[in-house]
C-alpha cells in the first residue's frame, strides 16, 4: 500500500494476519491469509519537517486496519509494551484516530500480574495517550477502515515478548463482547475511559511539529507526569 504524505510517497510494511496467530483468541479459525494492517512509520511531509521531527527524537507513524475478524475476535494489532527511559518509567506514545473508531487496550503489568487494564474508545480526532509503564493494542471494532497516526520517541524498539507468551492482551473483543484471556491468571476488571484533549489538539496533530516542544512528554515523561494524571477521564 502507498501513502502520500504531503510531498512524499511512503511504502507500508504490512503486518498479515498469519504473523497474529501467536496473539489471537482463535488462531485455528484463520483459514485464507490476507493483511491486517499497514504501517507507514517515521513519516513526514518534507524533508524539513523531517528534520524537525528527527531532531526532537520523535517518530510520526500512519496506521491504516481494514475491518476484519478471526472467529469473531475484531482486527487488531499485535500488542506491544515499550522499554524504560528512565527507572519507572517506559516511553509513552499518543495516537489520533483520524478516520473510524478505534478501542485502545492497555494494561499495566507488575509483579507479574496485570494492576490495571483501561479500555479507550477513540473518535475521529480523537487522541488517546499511552501512559509510561502501559503495553498496549489497537482495535478496529467497526466495519469501516480505522486509520490511526502516532507519535512517539524513534530511539527505541517495542517489546512483543510479553504479548506473545500469553497469547495477546488480557481481554480479547470478540463479536462486540469483552472475553477474558485466560492465559493471564487473574486480571483486573476493565476500567472504560474516553481520552481527554490533554495537549489541547485542535484538527490534525501532525501540525504538532511547529510546536514540537509540546512532545517532550514522549522522551521526558518523567518531567511531565500531569500529562498521564489527566489523560482518560473514566466512565
Ligand atoms: O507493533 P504492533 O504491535 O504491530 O503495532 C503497530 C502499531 O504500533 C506502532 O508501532 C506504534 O507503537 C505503530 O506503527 C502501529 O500503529
Known sequence: MEFVFGKKVFQSE??????????????????????????????????EEAEI?????????????????IGGESIKTYGHYHPEVVRGFTYPEVYQ??????????????NGKIEDV?????????????????????INPTESDLI????????????????TKRRGACYYY????????????DAPEIRFAKPKNVLDVKGD??????????????????EHQEIFENAFEVV
Not at 484516530?97 to 507488575?110: D, M, N, R, T
Not at 477513540?122 to 493494542?137: A, C, F, S
Open 118 to 138: 483501561i479500555v479507550v474508545e477513540g473518535k475521529k480526532w480523537d487522541t488517546v495517550i499511552i501512559p509510561p509503564n502501559y503495553g498496549h493494542v489497537t
Open 14 to 47: 504490512v503486518r498479515k494476519a498469519s504473523d497474529l496467530k501467536p496473539v489471537l483468541a482463535f488462531p485455528e479459525a484463520l483459514k485464507e491469509d490476507f493483511d491486517a494492517y499497514y504501517m507507514f512509520r517515521d513519516s513526514f511531509k518534507t524533508d
Open 205 to 222: 496533530m501532525y501540525d504538532l511539529v511547529y510546536t514540537i516542544e509540546k512532545l517532550e512528554f514522549l522522551v521526558k515523561p518523567h
Open 148 to 163: 490511526t497516526a502516532n507519535w512517539v520517541c524513534r530511539n527505541f524498539s517495542s517489546i512483543y515478548e510479553p504479548y
Open 174 to 185: 470478540i463479536n462486540g463482547e469483552w472475553v477474558r484471556n485466560r492465559n493471564y491468571d
Open 53 to 69: 521531527i528527527r531532531n526532537a527524537g520523535l517518530r510520526y507513524d500512519y496506521t491504516v486496519i481494514p475491518p476484519n475478524n
Open 97 to 110: 484516530v483520524l478516520e473510524g473508531e478505534a478501542l485502545f487496550i492497555l494494561q499495566k503489568p507488575s
